[in-house]
């Protein structure tokens, strides 16, 4: 994992992924907490690989904007990229663009290394 690094992941949007099946809205469109959910996940899988044995990230913000509807059935492209690695924390950015090309949102994201069994334990 380096600065510099960018992961990029293309969904479909779904029916269960739409602002009125979320219930953040009464459209079928694209549903900003969806997004937040595809922008974490890119981030997440991009360093999965790079992970000790029993180690993980957790997203610890998120700073969003949405800026562009997109119906159900459209095409939507992730791309994550590292802009900052500080000790166990990941920095960020991520864009959504349509299958024009036209970004549909943004974000600044960060991640922290954990121990798995560590972090679990501290929640019982």
């Known amino acids: 994992m380096e600065v510099g690094q960018i992961f990029t992941q293309t969904i479909t949007v779904r ?4 602002a009125a099946v979320m219930g953040s809205g009464s459209l ?3 549903a900003t907490p969806a997004m937040v959910a595809y922008m974490e996940n890119t981030a997440m899988k991009m360093v999965q690989s790079d ?3 029993g180690s993980d990230t957790v997203g610890i913000e998120i700073n969003v904007k949405h800026t562009k509807a997109s119906l159900v059935g459209s095409k939507i492209t992730f791309s ?3 802009t900052a690695i500080e000790g166990r924390k990941i920095v960020y950015t991520i864009t959504a663009k ?3 090309g036209d970004e549909i949102g943004s ?3 960060q991640r922290f290394i954990i121990d798995k069994e560590r972090f679990l334990s501290k929640l019982k």
Request: zero cysteines; a negative charge.
């Open 28 to 30: 079928m469109v694209f």
């Open 51 to 53: 992970m000790p044995e």
């Open 15 to 18: 029916e269960q992924d739409a």
């Open 80 to 82: 994550a990229e590292i």
């Open 107 to 109: 974000a600044e994201h």
């Open 98 to 100: 349509d299958e024009k």
